[in-house]
């Protein structure tokens, strides 16, 4: 089928390719002339037969609603917007309801494969009708990695499901990250383990604790073994912070979840304001030495 592309960044550029080698007509949008196929949106719309279908892959909050409501203003009652960045579910009610009022569809698609979709396919999630979602179902066929469809596809429910199972998604993606980083950290500080990287390479067969984020972290380590070449600093995307705050709203327990997000924040200070106040009670109480900032060189 047809498809415009909004957004041809890491993501949507691999995207594009995936479609292409699936036998699709994809016309892409991008502000940057190296890579777009169509100078502007309005462009993009007259490019594309009515009804038309269009995905935007741009990153979540302001951008996001400056490209829906732009295109709202370029396309036309009966065209369907896809919107598979990581915008938060919250936002998808308002969406769908300034597109309708225009007599334009919207469906929300939760995406997951990072820079290696190209070539495995990519796990969606997607909300919406079941007629809108039947419609891009041959685009979420070809996006989505081979073999059962349920195995990599899933119509989560109305407008919004998708992007709430993006958001846990990407949450729980969190907690198994920083298990595996600590569980390098323990390996690399212990003498008796002679080569960090082999033991962790060595979990990638027959182990309950084998998976994609651990032969990433088995390759990475190949590539650079004592992690010389980049700091600990980690941002976030938002998803693990709108995560615990749905845990917070459901009183659902999730202490992993939220302690892998407070790390995330650890690794962004220089210097803990936390413990200096520790350090400073333990001299107080206990007239415990402490590290002047002179004497710390």
Do not use: C
Request: proline share 5%.
């Amino acid at each position: 089928m047809q498809l415009g592309l909004v957004g041809l960044g890491k993501m949507g550029f691999n995207m594009r390719e995936r479609l292409r080698e699936g036998g699709h007509e994809v016309i892409g949008y991008d502000p940057r002339p190296e890579v777009t196929d169509v100078p502007t949106l309005a462009a993009l719309a007259e490019a594309l037969e009515a009804p038309r279908v269009v995905w935007v892959m741009v990153p979540s909050g302001s951008i996001t609603d400056e490209t829906i409501t732009s295109l709202a203003d370029v396309l036309a009652e009966g065209d369907l917007i896809v919107d598979g960045g990581n915008s938060r579910y919250t936002e998808d009610g308002p969406h769908a309801k300034l597109l309708g009022e225009k007599g334009i569809a919207f469906v929300d698609a939760g995406v997951s494969g990072g820079v290696w979709g190209l070539k495995e396919g990519y796990g969606l999630m997607v909300g919406g009708s079941d007629e809108d979602v039947a419609r891009a179902m041959p685009i979420f066929d070809t996006l989505r990695p081979p073999g059962e469809q349920a195995d990599g596809f899933v119509h989560a429910g109305p407008v919004g499901a998708g992007h709430y199972a993006k958001m846990v998604h990407n949450g729980i993606e969190y907690g198994l990250m920083n298990a595996y980083a600590e569980g390098y950290e323990l390996l690399a500080a212990e003498d008796l383990i002679k080569d960090t990287q082999a033991v962790i390479q060595a979990w990638t067969n027959g182990t309950v604790v084998r998976s994609w984020l651990q032969q990433l972290l088995a390759k990475a380590l190949k590539e650079d073994p004592e992690f010389d070449e980049i700091t600990g600093y980690t941002e976030d995307s938002g998803e693990g912070r709108w995560t615990v705050e749905e845990a917070i709203s459901h009183r659902v327990p999730m202490p992993v979840i939220a302690a892998s997000l407070f790390a995330r924040f650890a690794s962004r200070q220089e210097d803990s304001p936390t413990m200096k106040a520790v350090s400073a009670l333990r001299n107080q109480f206990g007239g415990h030495a402490v590290q002047r900032i002179s004497e710390s060189g």
